[in-house]
């Protein structure tokens, strides 16, 4: 099973567009809690790895608040669909990590696609309000934008349903 999931298995961090490992060089070991046996290991970031993971990612949001809600909404529908081809091999991949059932990890990467494919559409409707004004001569418009860089942190037992949930709004 691992085999067929190890494409998939960065043990890196994703920071600044390039996959690098601790300043440190430290590791966390990465176990299949059904059998004990170790499938890989992360790297121990720090917080100097960590600001540079918020400081790229500022840099590359000066770029992505000027896509169009249409523009973000067909990348999330290129995400589901990468999920739904997918979804057998990252079910087995939380299968190893999770010690979850193989039926369970195909559910949950199937209810993960579909909250990106809610929130991919949910995007394409980034209505502004016209809101009426205490003075009659005036409207208060309201204008939805992104706001800026978030840290998300997902729990053990749903990696991916909730990291699906925190990745679609944002």
């Known amino acids: 099973m691992l085999q067929k999931t190890s494409h998939f298995m960065r043990q890196a961090n994703l920071i600044n567009g390039e996959w690098v490992q601790a300043d440190s060089g430290q590791t966390i070991e990465v176990n299949n809690p059904a059998t004990g046996l170790k499938i890989g290991t992360v790297p121990k970031a720090g917080k100097a790895e960590t ?22 909404s067909k990348l999330l529908r290129k995400l589901h669909d990468a999920m739904m081809d997918n979804q057998d091999v990252l079910a ?7 010690g979850k059932s193989l039926t369970e990890s195909k559910g949950e990467i199937g209810s ?7 929130f991919a559409e949910e995007g394409r409707r980034v209505y502004g309000d016209i809101v009426p004004s205490p003075w009659g001569d005036r409207r208060i418009l309201v204008t939805k934008e992104p706001v800026g860089v978030i840290a998300a942190i997902t729990p053990w037992n749903f990696p991916s349903s909730m990291l699906a949930r925190k990745i679609g709004p944002a």
Not at 92 to 98: A, F, H, K, R
Not at 112 to 118: D, F, P
């Open 51 to 72: 600001r540079r993971a918020i400081e790229a990612a500022e840099e590359a949001f000066k770029s992505w608040r000027k896509t169009t809600a249409l523009e973000r």
């Open 112 to 118: 993960s696609a579909a909250y990106i494919l809610w």
């Open 92 to 98: 087995e991949l939380l299968t190893i990590e999770q």
